[in-house]
């Protein structure tokens, strides 16, 4: 079963605008992780954020998160129809090592 | 540096027969996971493998079994194949808890 939930599912924005991805979980987590996906292929690793980490800048992407709140959210600034694709976010556990993932958010840049 | 791979890229069977796929991790990388990625939903953990033993498992039947070697390469079995195993599985390595990096996937499809 998927323990987080990607808002929103899909989102359709102009090349420039920036592009806000929230994600929640629900058991407690050691890190948590956004991938991005091109069409049914393989996940690409974006950023991680530890879970005593409040918040994370790489290059145009910022990330945040919230463990009081169970949330994250994934921030794209100045978009380009090259970031179209789909993004997931995916918790990996204190108690395991598994990743469990969202159902992602479905990002369209539009030229 | 080689990334993670994956064999084949795609695969078509037959209800009722078995598959195997392949994978070989990131250099430098001991842990080993798999993934089943249905069309339009996020990845769904099968199961991980480390020092040759399976380290935690998903919600998934005893068909799906898999194997990992000294080298750290992996195999992903599955038996007895139904129409709903159609799906991109990915293979996802790392050392310990870190980044995942994920390889391009094994496109599977049961007629």
């Known amino acids: 079963s998927q323990q987080g939930e990607e808002d929103p599912q899909a989102l359709s924005i102009q090349e420039g605008e920036n592009a806000t991805m929230n994600c929640s979980y629900k058991t407690s987590i050691n890190n948590l992780q956004w991938y991005r996906q091109n069409s049914g292929r393989g996940l690409v690793h974006l950023i991680l954020?530890?879970?005593?980490?409040r918040e994370k800048h790489s290059g145009r992407l910022r990330v945040t998160l919230d463990t009081s709140k169970k949330s994250s959210s994934l921030l794209i600034t100045a978009s380009r129809a090259a970031d179209t694709a789909s993004y997931f976010c995916a918790t990996r556990e204190t108690s395991g090592s598994r990743l469990t993932f969202g159902e992602g958010t479905q990002l369209t840049v539009n030229p | 540096d080689a990334g993670v791979t994956q064999s084949p890229t795609h695969l078509i069977k037959t209800r009722g027969q078995q598959v195997t796929l392949r994978c070989s991790p990131k250099?430098?990388?001991?842990?080993v996971s798999w993934y089943q990625q249905a069309l339009g939903q996020g990845p769904q953990f099968i199961f991980q493998y480390y020092e040759e033993e399976e380290r935690q498992r998903g919600n998934f039947p005893d068909r799906f079994s898999g194997h990992q070697f000294p080298n750290y390469s992996s195999e992903l079995n599955v038996n007895a194949l139904l129409l709903g195993d159609s799906a991109l599985y990915l293979c996802?390595?790392?050392?310990?808890?870190?980044?995942?990096?994920f390889g391009q996937g094994t496109r599977l499809t049961v007629v």
């Open positions: 250099s430098g990388h001991d842990t």
């Open positions: 996802a390595s790392s050392l310990n808890f870190g980044k995942a990096f």
């Open positions: 954020i530890r879970s005593n980490e």
